[in-house]
């Protein structure tokens, strides 16, 4: 699996996975917010998703800049990438490279096989939402589905 395109990245965050306006008391907590979601889609337990998450914030924080952050980690047992897109109501301080709180999040876990396309999808997700067009009109967006169409690039603006 290539993350070259937008079709793809719209595989890997599906509509579905986008939330808009999340509410969330600190990092911790948006964490716990995430990994619950990711456990509930995968159909797996949360425990461990948490842990793996928080494993990889103790190596150093996820918080790209711009606002932005990409929690990310990889999970025993998992096949494919599995991703969600939220747009929080408040920004929050996220220990990022350049200090400004973050109210763009996309979360995205791995498969711990290292032959996978984990990588190059990263790297993808985080070249989209960099772009000012594109955070703009997350920023912008009045609901889930905006949200995705914004990053997806099928329908940018609020409203999509």
Do not use: Q, W
Request: proline share 6%; charged share 25%; glycine share 10%.
């Amino acid at each position: 699996m290539t993350f070259d395109d937008l079709t793809t990245l719209s595989a890997l965050l599906p509509a579905e996975r986008a939330v808009c306006g999340l509410r969330v008391a600190g990092k911790a907590a948006l964490l716990e917010d995430l990994a619950r979601r990711a456990a509930r889609g995968l159909g797996r337990e949360t425990a461990p998703i948490r842990a793996a998450l928080a494993a990889r914030e103790s190596l150093g924080s996820t918080g790209i800049g711009y606002g932005i952050a990409l929690p990310h980690a990889r999970l025993n047992g998992l096949e494919r990438p599995y991703g969600l897109l939220a747009r929080l109501r408040d920004p929050l301080d996220f220990d990022a490279i350049d200090e400004r709180p973050v109210d763009l999040v996309a979360l995205l876990l791995l498969p711990v096989d290292p032959r996978d396309a984990s990588v190059t999808a990263l790297a993808c997700i985080a070249r989209r939402l960099r772009d000012p067009g594109v955070a703009s009109a997350l920023r912008a967006a009045r609901d889930a589905p905006s949200l995705h169409a914004a990053l997806c690039g099928n329908g940018f603006g609020a409203g999509g």
